[in-house]
């Protein structure tokens, strides 16, 4: 079961490396909302791996609601764009 | 000289896997926190700051979680990542801008899909070279109808805008400005002679011998007169810096970008 979430950290690894690289602002926000549901998915497989109910419930919250934030920044920086 | 004691951990991992012991991926989720820390610092631009200090919430978020505080994931998650980067968007998007003050024929009514006013063609070389300009420092272009050159110029005073663009010819007859306006024409481009200048410093515009530019562009804070004298082309437009003498009653308090205005005895070198 920790090979599982040694394999998510190196998948991981990749649209962290392209937030890092790329000078493009909607590759970046494309490499968070990819981490963003990433991680949330870890948070998940954690809460299996330990039995424990309260890291679920968690995660499927920040699954469910992490997004947001995402959508407001794209929306502000989509206006910045066109003004 | 720590590997003989990992290798030796090796082989018992598996025996305190119930308790707190650092397995191998708890200290690869742990290192990811430093990681996207030092990805943050290094950022130039504000905008994409943000969008890494989202990706530091989200691994910040599940390293909170691997270690058993799901209270403070989740507020993380919620306010540490959603509410902080919403409000510095919009802290970021409304402080960096430069409101620029256009005449109201210069731009056609506003278009029914976009809520932003689509200049016209003619205007269009003066405020791509403006973008391009103010680009570099990740500003933006915000801009400000008004019906007339002597509401422009009221509104340069009043600190309504920070800069002004008026067709050369509407320059001219607005040349002469407000009681508590001192014109410095010191916004000629390089390589041009100092003659007409001081022509135009003098309030007498000697414009017969060269070809008049299309658009003047006049603003009241040195900064961005520093900014964009350097890049702007010359046969688009030309620079003005204007002093504001000091007048209580042009104060406006509701616009927060006016704090950054120059001293009122401030001279430009030209």
């Given at each position: 079961m920790q090979w599982i979430l040694i394999a998510m950290i190196l998948i991981l690894l990749i649209p962290l490396y392209e937030a890092w690289q790329d000078d493009d602002i909607w590759q970046r926000m494309l490499a968070f909302a990819s981490i963003a549901t990433k991680t949330s998915i870890m948070i998940l497989v954690i809460s299996v791996l330990r039995d424990d109910w309260m890291i679920g419930v968690v995660g499927v919250l920040i699954l469910s609601v992490g997004n947001a934030a995402l959508m407001l920044l794209a929306h502000v920086l989509r206006r910045m764009n066109e003004g | 000289m720590c590997w003989p004691t990992v290798q030796a951990r090796g082989g018992i991992v598996a025996n305190f896997s119930t308790d707190l012991s650092v397995d191998a991926y708890v200290l690869a989720i742990a290192m990811l926190l430093p990681i996207t820390a030092c990805m943050l610092v290094t950022q130039v631009n504000p905008y994409h700051a943000l969008v890494i200090r989202g990706i530091l919430g989200a691994v910040a978020a599940l390293v909170y979680a691997l270690f058993g505080a799901a209270d403070v994931a989740l507020t993380e998650a919620l306010v540490g990542t959603m509410l902080s980067i919403t409000l510095y968007a919009i802290a970021v998007r409304s402080s960096l801008r430069m409101r620029l003050g256009v005449l109201e024929e210069a731009l056609p009514e506003r278009s029914p899909v976009a809520d932003y006013p689509q200049p016209l063609p003619a205007a269009t070389p003066v405020l791509s070279a403006l973008r391009q300009a103010l680009r570099q420092y990740h500003m933006r272009l915000e801009l400000v109808a008004y019906p007339d050159p002597q509401a422009l110029q009221a509104a340069l005073v009043t600190k309504d805008v920070h800069t002004i663009l008026l067709p050369s010819a509407t320059a001219i007859a607005a040349s002469?400005?407000?009681?508590?306006l001192t014109g410095h024409?010191?916004?000629?481009?390089?390589?041009?002679?100092s003659g007409q200048s001081s022509g135009q410093h003098s309030g007498h515009p000697s414009r017969s011998h060269t070809p008049p530019r299309r658009y003047q562009l006049q603003t009241r804070i040195q900064r961005l007169y520093e900014i964009l004298q350097p890049v702007l082309p010359s046969d688009v437009a030309s620079l003005d810096y204007l002093t504001l003498k000091?007048?209580?009653?042009?104060?406006?308090?509701?616009?927060?970008?006016?704090?950054?205005?120059?001293?009122?005895s401030m001279e430009v070198q030209s």
């Amino acid at each position: 079961m920790q090979w599982i979430l040694i394999a998510m950290i190196l998948i991981l690894l990749i649209p962290l490396y392209e937030a890092w690289q790329d000078d493009d602002i909607w590759q970046r926000m494309l490499a968070f909302a990819s981490i963003a549901t990433k991680t949330s998915i870890m948070i998940l497989v954690i809460s299996v791996l330990r039995d424990d109910w309260m890291i679920g419930v968690v995660g499927v919250l920040i699954l469910s609601v992490g997004n947001a934030a995402l959508m407001l920044l794209a929306h502000v920086l989509r206006r910045m764009n066109e003004g | 000289m720590c590997w003989p004691t990992v290798q030796a951990r090796g082989g018992i991992v598996a025996n305190f896997s119930t308790d707190l012991s650092v397995d191998a991926y708890v200290l690869a989720i742990a290192m990811l926190l430093p990681i996207t820390a030092c990805m943050l610092v290094t950022q130039v631009n504000p905008y994409h700051a943000l969008v890494i200090r989202g990706i530091l919430g989200a691994v910040a978020a599940l390293v909170y979680a691997l270690f058993g505080a799901a209270d403070v994931a989740l507020t993380e998650a919620l306010v540490g990542t959603m509410l902080s980067i919403t409000l510095y968007a919009i802290a970021v998007r409304s402080s960096l801008r430069m409101r620029l003050g256009v005449l109201e024929e210069a731009l056609p009514e506003r278009s029914p899909v976009a809520d932003y006013p689509q200049p016209l063609p003619a205007a269009t070389p003066v405020l791509s070279a403006l973008r391009q300009a103010l680009r570099q420092y990740h500003m933006r272009l915000e801009l400000v109808a008004y019906p007339d050159p002597q509401a422009l110029q009221a509104a340069l005073v009043t600190k309504d805008v920070h800069t002004i663009l008026l067709p050369s010819a509407t320059a001219i007859a607005a040349s002469q400005p407000p009681d508590s306006l001192t014109g410095h024409s010191s916004g000629q481009p390089l390589g041009q002679s100092s003659g007409q200048s001081s022509g135009q410093h003098s309030g007498h515009p000697s414009r017969s011998h060269t070809p008049p530019r299309r658009y003047q562009l006049q603003t009241r804070i040195q900064r961005l007169y520093e900014i964009l004298q350097p890049v702007l082309p010359s046969d688009v437009a030309s620079l003005d810096y204007l002093t504001l003498k000091s007048n209580p009653q042009t104060h406006l308090p509701h616009d927060p970008s006016a704090a950054v205005e120059p001293p009122p005895s401030m001279e430009v070198q030209s």
